[in-house]
């Protein structure tokens, strides 16, 4: 059995900050950068998908779904799924308070730290928790759902989703930089468990001197 997570391409909101303030989250467009990353994405996931049946799961927004039509995999089963969507920043149309907020979330730390009318990270990992449960028993349980399976997601969510699957502490999480866009990570189960081809960066070690594992 296969997982693969892939970030979405380059957005407005990656090059404009201030894109936030007037177009909601869930509605940014890929840049033109961001559609060539996904078309160059294609043949890589490709790859990684083997040939065989996949069934992908896409977050609702915007430049997610643009992404997932840019590879051109030919999909078993699509799937848009909320609950793999980015974490809601609530209402940004105030720039000031913005920056504001984005500096309190890093001071405080980005797990528990919830931003107003919108989720902390504790929020998204209960959803991608509830997500990855099912996922799981489908693909072991049910024969007619593919071994093979793709998701198209956001950066932190993504670490989040691996947080669940190897239950990596909170500092781990903390202490990992997010995939860039495009950008993907690989989990393969080996019959005795789930492994992740290669570790996320890192911007600092983790407090609690834990590790990326398994690798």
Known sequence: MRI?????????????????????DHALPLTPAGEDQARA?????????????????VSPYTRTRRTFDLLGIDAER?????RVREQDWGNLQD??????????????????FRLPNGESGADVDDRVAAFLDGLTVRMHEDETHPKTVLVVSHGLTIRLL???????SIELFESLSNPDTCENRVLDHDGTGWRL?????QWRDSPDGTVQQPL
Do not use: M
């Not at 308070?97 to 528990?112: I, N, S, T």
């Open 197 to 201: 081809d290669r570790p996320f960066d």
């Open 4 to 24: 693969i997570l892939l970030r979405h391409g380059q957005s407005l909101g990656n090059v404009d900050e201030l894109a936030y303030c007037r177009i909601p």
């Open 95 to 112: 720039p000031v308070q913005q920056e504001v907020l984005k500096h309190q979330r890093h001071a405080f730390g980005h797990f528990f």
């Open 78 to 82: 699509i799937v848009t799924e909320p």
């Open 162 to 168: 691996c947080r669940r699957f190897f239950d990596w």
């Open 41 to 57: 994405a294609g043949p890589v996931i490709e790859e990684l998908v083997g040939g065989g049946p996949v069934a992908a799961y």
